[in-house]
Protein backbone atom coordinates (compact mmCIF):
# COMPACT_ATOMS: atom_id res chain seq x y z
CA UNK A 1 0.00 0.00 0.00
CA UNK A 2 2.84 2.46 0.94
CA UNK A 3 4.17 4.55 -1.96
CA UNK A 4 7.87 5.76 -2.23
CA UNK A 5 9.09 9.28 -3.67
CA UNK A 6 7.86 12.43 -3.07
CA UNK A 7 4.71 11.69 -1.84
CA UNK A 8 3.73 14.47 -0.47
CA UNK A 9 4.85 16.64 -3.33
CA UNK A 10 3.38 14.40 -6.16
CA UNK A 11 -0.32 14.63 -4.03
CA UNK A 12 0.20 18.24 -3.59
CA UNK A 13 1.00 18.69 -7.68
CA UNK A 14 -1.90 16.18 -8.01
CA UNK A 15 -4.54 17.82 -5.85
CA UNK A 16 -6.07 19.95 -8.18
CA UNK A 17 -6.58 16.69 -10.20
CA UNK A 18 -8.66 15.38 -7.17
CA UNK A 19 -12.57 15.42 -6.68
CA UNK A 20 -13.51 17.37 -3.79
CA UNK A 21 -15.98 15.77 -1.91
CA UNK A 22 -18.80 18.34 -0.72
CA UNK A 23 -19.29 18.53 3.47
CA UNK A 24 -22.62 17.99 4.80
CA UNK A 25 -23.98 21.52 5.59
CA UNK A 26 -25.12 22.25 9.08
CA UNK A 27 -24.05 18.98 11.40
CA UNK A 28 -21.97 19.19 14.18
CA UNK A 29 -19.47 16.33 13.68
CA UNK A 30 -16.05 16.74 15.45
CA UNK A 31 -14.26 15.72 12.78
CA UNK A 32 -15.85 17.28 9.83
CA UNK A 33 -18.45 19.20 10.63
CA UNK A 34 -17.76 23.00 9.03
CA UNK A 35 -19.94 23.80 12.09
CA UNK A 36 -18.72 22.30 14.86
CA UNK A 37 -16.19 25.53 16.02
CA UNK A 38 -13.96 23.75 17.98
CA UNK A 39 -13.67 20.88 15.41
CA UNK A 40 -11.09 19.98 12.94
CA UNK A 41 -13.21 20.89 9.96
CA UNK A 42 -11.86 18.46 7.94
CA UNK A 43 -12.03 18.29 3.96
CA UNK A 44 -11.23 15.51 1.71
CA UNK A 45 -10.52 14.45 -2.14
CA UNK A 46 -10.72 11.53 -3.88
CA UNK A 47 -9.35 9.65 -6.46
CA UNK A 48 -9.92 5.98 -7.86
CA UNK A 49 -8.16 4.34 -4.93
CA UNK A 50 -7.89 6.92 -2.04
CA UNK A 51 -10.18 9.73 -0.17
CA UNK A 52 -7.19 12.19 1.20
CA UNK A 53 -7.65 15.15 3.64
CA UNK A 54 -4.51 17.76 4.59
CA UNK A 55 -4.79 19.46 7.84
CA UNK A 56 -2.89 21.32 10.20
CA UNK A 57 -3.48 20.90 13.61
CA UNK A 58 -3.34 23.74 16.78
CA UNK A 59 -2.19 23.74 19.69
CA UNK A 60 -5.22 23.02 21.62
CA UNK A 61 -5.16 19.40 19.94
CA UNK A 62 -1.94 18.37 21.77
CA UNK A 63 -1.57 15.86 24.75
CA UNK A 64 2.12 16.73 25.84
CA UNK A 65 4.28 19.42 24.54
CA UNK A 66 4.04 19.81 20.66
CA UNK A 67 2.70 16.45 19.94
CA UNK A 68 -0.92 15.75 19.07
CA UNK A 69 -3.17 13.32 21.28
CA UNK A 70 -3.45 9.87 20.26
CA UNK A 71 -7.26 10.42 20.57
CA UNK A 72 -7.54 13.40 18.30
CA UNK A 73 -4.95 10.83 16.15
CA UNK A 74 -7.58 7.98 16.09
CA UNK A 75 -10.24 10.59 15.62
CA UNK A 76 -8.87 11.86 12.11
CA UNK A 77 -8.21 8.06 10.73
CA UNK A 78 -11.82 7.28 11.63
CA UNK A 79 -12.82 10.06 9.53
CA UNK A 80 -10.94 9.20 6.28
CA UNK A 81 -11.82 5.51 6.72
CA UNK A 82 -15.26 6.90 7.14
CA UNK A 83 -15.28 9.34 4.17
CA UNK A 84 -13.30 6.38 1.91
CA UNK A 85 -16.01 4.12 3.01
CA UNK A 86 -19.14 6.86 1.88
CA UNK A 87 -17.06 7.58 -1.28
CA UNK A 88 -16.61 4.67 -2.78
CA UNK A 89 -19.85 2.74 -1.37
CA UNK A 90 -22.05 5.47 -1.43
CA UNK A 91 -23.67 4.56 1.92
CA UNK A 92 -23.97 6.12 5.25
CA UNK A 93 -21.17 3.80 7.71
CA UNK A 94 -21.19 3.47 11.21
CA UNK A 95 -17.47 2.38 12.77
CA UNK A 96 -17.80 -0.98 14.38
CA UNK A 97 -14.55 -1.53 15.51
CA UNK A 98 -11.30 0.22 14.72
CA UNK A 99 -7.62 -0.39 15.12
CA UNK A 100 -4.48 2.02 15.66
CA UNK A 101 -0.76 1.82 15.18
CA UNK A 102 1.14 4.59 16.55
CA UNK A 103 3.91 4.24 15.12
CA UNK A 104 5.70 8.08 15.22
CA UNK A 105 4.70 10.99 16.88
CA UNK A 106 2.27 14.04 15.25
CA UNK A 107 3.58 17.32 15.94
CA UNK A 108 1.12 20.26 16.11
CA UNK A 109 1.64 22.84 13.77
CA UNK A 110 2.72 20.66 10.86
CA UNK A 111 0.39 19.87 8.01
CA UNK A 112 -0.47 15.91 7.86
CA UNK A 113 -1.72 13.69 5.58
CA UNK A 114 -4.29 11.47 6.32
CA UNK A 115 -5.71 8.59 3.64
CA UNK A 116 -8.13 6.06 3.64
CA UNK A 117 -8.91 3.42 1.51
CA UNK A 118 -11.51 -0.16 0.78
CA UNK A 119 -9.14 -3.25 1.79
CA UNK A 120 -12.10 -5.40 1.88
CA UNK A 121 -16.05 -5.71 1.63
CA UNK A 122 -17.24 -8.57 3.92
CA UNK A 123 -20.77 -8.40 3.04
CA UNK A 124 -23.34 -6.01 1.27
CA UNK A 125 -23.23 -4.37 5.21
CA UNK A 126 -19.77 -4.92 6.45
CA UNK A 127 -16.71 -3.69 4.82
CA UNK A 128 -12.89 -3.21 5.70
CA UNK A 129 -11.31 0.26 5.69
CA UNK A 130 -7.81 0.95 6.04
CA UNK A 131 -6.54 4.75 7.22
CA UNK A 132 -2.69 5.89 7.44
CA UNK A 133 -1.60 9.44 8.81
CA UNK A 134 1.37 11.03 7.81
CA UNK A 135 3.70 14.01 8.60
CA UNK A 136 6.65 14.84 6.36
CA UNK A 137 6.34 12.04 4.14
CA UNK A 138 6.79 9.58 7.20
CA UNK A 139 3.75 7.34 8.54
CA UNK A 140 2.36 8.13 11.71
CA UNK A 141 -0.04 6.22 12.78
CA UNK A 142 -2.24 3.13 10.58
CA UNK A 143 -5.45 2.21 10.88
CA UNK A 144 -8.30 -0.41 10.06
CA UNK A 145 -11.54 -0.60 11.33
CA UNK A 146 -14.74 -2.78 10.33
CA UNK A 147 -17.82 -0.25 9.30
CA UNK A 148 -21.38 -1.43 9.01
CA UNK A 149 -23.01 0.23 5.43
CA UNK A 150 -26.42 1.38 6.66
CA UNK A 151 -28.84 2.84 4.24
CA UNK A 152 -30.18 6.00 6.15
CA UNK A 153 -29.76 6.97 10.37
CA UNK A 154 -33.13 7.14 10.80
Known amino acids: MFRVGNLMDDLISKKEK ?31 AFVYSWLTLAEHYCSYDKYVHGGIVATILDEIMTWAAIYFKKKIVLTKSMNVNYLK ?7 IRAEGKVLECLSERQIIMEGCVYSNDKLCAKSTGEYVLIDSLR
Open 105 to 111: PVCTDNE
Open 18 to 48: LIKIPHIEGIKCFGCGHSNSVGLKMDFYADE
